[in-house]
């Protein structure tokens, strides 16, 4: 079995990490002025991006920028590691292997997650509201830019067709069109393009939002949807407290295992427990959204934040519509 020191440096010969410390700069809004704090990757991440299973740790810090509010890790992870992490996004491997390290996780709740009459038609509604009010176009074809199975489409808004474009290759709902390569996608004039609850996701946010841009024309509406959730603020959301728990609880009890000693080693490494890396490696404000779609030529015409309530609880997020300048 490799210990922590052999893990850490294998890890570290194929980091990707964008070095924050040195080039000293926000990703969001480019600013100078951060505070980090040290971390862990959680444990399951390690296991399905490395193939880690005996509990050794991979240390990263965890950044915030004092400007626009913007949060991140240092370790950002490849398209390989992206892809290894959602492939197969909640599928039943996907859903076992992760409540190994976290007991919530369960079969119910993974379903649910996509499945939430009640929060479905919270957002539906809100997005349905923020279109109608700004949007007075006819929208002949929209996508769903990361869209899982295009279930965020909403039905008092029309869109003539409805297009999903997903790496995770997971079947779309009825009556919505999945795009196989980004290719594909590029020969469809887009007049409406969304990119809900992905932004978070993202390594590279800069490429990323390239992608989407470069989907659009002058003339295409783009509705991003983040949440809004930080491990630096203090009204974080409680599902947030609970699930850190949780996982600190579950990597105890791995532990437990091992020798006296090795607990005793951990348990004094509880400073490392703060906010560990998960899927989400970004956190937003509003600030920080802005900041980072105008450094790409977006114009701004929406930038809220809003409350939606499903069966999973109430959900802070911000919703941003946008056009290109022309």
Sequence with gaps: MKNERVITNEI??????LDLEKKNNCLACKNEKIISRDTIVTGFLSERIFGIT?????PVKIYYCTNCGFTSYDRRLSENEEKKLYSGYRSEEY??????????????????LGHDEKGLQSRESLLSDILIKHIHNHIYNGLDYGGDLGQRYPKNFPIDNKY????SGVKPLEGIISLASYDMAKTIDFDFIMCNHTLEHIADLDSFVELVKGLGNINTWFYFEVPFDSPFY?????????????????RMKRYLYLRLEKVVTILAKRGHYFCQMHEHVNFFTPNAVKELLERHDFKIYYNEVNITDGNLGKVRLISILCKLNQ
């Design 12 to 17: 570290n010969s194929i980091n990707n990490t």
């Design 54 to 58: 005996d509990g050794s740790l991979i």
């Design 95 to 112: 859903q076992l292997m992760r409540q190994k390290y976290e007991e919530f996780y369960t079969k119910d709740f993974n379903y649910l």
């Design 164 to 167: 999903v474009y997903d790496i």
């Design 234 to 250: 203090p009204w974080s959301p409680e599902k947030r407290i609970r699930n850190q728990f949780t996982l600190q609880l579950q």
